[in-house]
């Protein structure tokens, strides 16, 4: 081992043990089934034609990629932070994790841009959300930020401590090539991407509230959306970045390391529970989505139940899809269809029969989430 290579400063890694093991196996358990589930959500969008889908697959494929690294994370954590696999492994998760910060940041700005061309622009920008299109900018996202990973994860990531043992991304203090890395990871990778989110977003509420033909329910899944978004991309990657930036602008000794570690570490942390937000924030808020959830969980409970009871249920409010046409202008003002489509199934019968109602529903620049 060079001597570059060796830790030159002792830090407490309690936080680890823990903190860190607590939080990775809760977001194994809750993000990997919630994932799957909004996979399978974004895969009846992409049926519907939906670019949408394009984008919540993709992010949920970024998330399935880092949850497989966990595991090794949670191995090396109980290990005391001593890593006892090969170097390459140490990288790879080290990749999979910054990828899936930077992946899902670009897909989270795809998806405001996406909703402020729908809501703003219904009929101006068209071509920008049809499916080639959205498959097009995704393959660009993921391109873009391997390479990027290539890059900068050229350097050697493992390193000993005082103690002698296997330290995977951490050098304290920090080495000399991270900083340019760092800097581009706060202005491109950080600020760049809120400024998008921010000003979209504030564009697409304005509309929201000028429009008078969309209804009242709809314009709070709208807002919901809109600061839900804004809300998970501020505290699951602001605080990392922030501290990215102190690090990178301040230390020099070990004295402030040891300050700011746990800190540091926390918000490296808070980065971790995007792959949770993530299913609750795009697959969640659906209609369908959550009809789905209901038919898949509640509803064979209420109907065991309800066979104790002697009795009979049905769904009190029928799952419904909505898409969006646009359609030519009205008066000045584009106008976007809302076509509902409503399913009832009655289950009286020995074989269920099913009616199936489009609902039209006309909306001056509106469109459904």
Not at 40 to 55: D, F, M, P, R, T
Request: with cysteine; glycine share 4%; net charge positive.
């Amino acid at each position: 081992m060079l001597e570059d290579d060796m830790i030159n400063c002792t830090i407490s890694h309690e936080i680890h043990q823990y903190v860190f093991s607590c939080v990775y196996i809760f977001v194994l358990v809750v993000g990997v089934p919630s994932n799957l589930y909004s996979l399978y959500h974004a895969a009846g969008q992409l049926k519907q034609k939906n670019e949408l889908g394009v984008y919540l697959l993709n992010l949920t494929v970024s998330d399935l990629l880092y949850l497989t690294s966990l595991p090794l994370w949670l191995q090396y954590i109980f290990q005391g932070d001593d890593w006892q696999h090969r170097e390459w492994l140490c990288q790879l998760c080290g990749f999979l994790l910054y990828e899936n910060i930077y992946i899902s940041i670009g897909f989270l700005c795809c998806i405001s841009l996406d909703r402020y061309l729908a809501v703003v622009h219904p009929l101006r920008f068209a071509p920008l959300r049809s499916m080639k299109a959205a498959w097009f900018f995704s393959a660009i996202i993921w391109l873009k930020e391997i390479a990027v990973g290539v890059v900068f994860f050229r350097h050697k990531e493992l390193s000993k401590d005082r103690t002698n043992q296997s330290v995977c991304f951490e050098h304290y203090p920090m080495k000399p090539w991270e900083y340019p890395i760092n800097y581009y990871r706060f202005t491109v990778g950080f600020i760049f991407p809120l400024a998008i989110l921010s000003i979209s977003y504030l564009c697409v509420l304005r509309a929201v509230g000028r429009s008078a033909g969309t209804q009242p329910p709809q314009k709070i899944r709208i807002r919901q959306l809109v600061s839900s978004t804004i809300l998970i991309f501020l505290v699951c990657f602001s605080p990392y970045h922030v501290f990215l930036l102190v690090r990178t602008i301040l230390e020099r000794d070990c004295s402030f390391i040891g300050r700011i570690f746990n800190y540091y570490h926390l918000s490296l942390l808070l980065t971790t529970l995007n792959c949770v937000a993530d299913p609750a924030l795009y697959c969640f808020v659906s209609e369908s989505a959550r009809h789905g959830f209901y038919r898949a969980l509640i509803r064979p409970f209420t109907r065991i139940l309800c066979c104790l009871r002697r009795g009979n249920t049905s769904p009190s409010n029928p799952p419904t899809d909505s898409n969006e046409v646009a359609t030519d202008v009205n008066n000045g003002q584009p106008t976007v269809l809302l076509l509902t489509h409503t399913s009832t199934c009655n289950s009286m019968n020995k074989e269920p029969v099913c009616k199936n109602t489009n609902l039209i529903i006309a909306a001056g620049s509106d469109e459904t989430l």
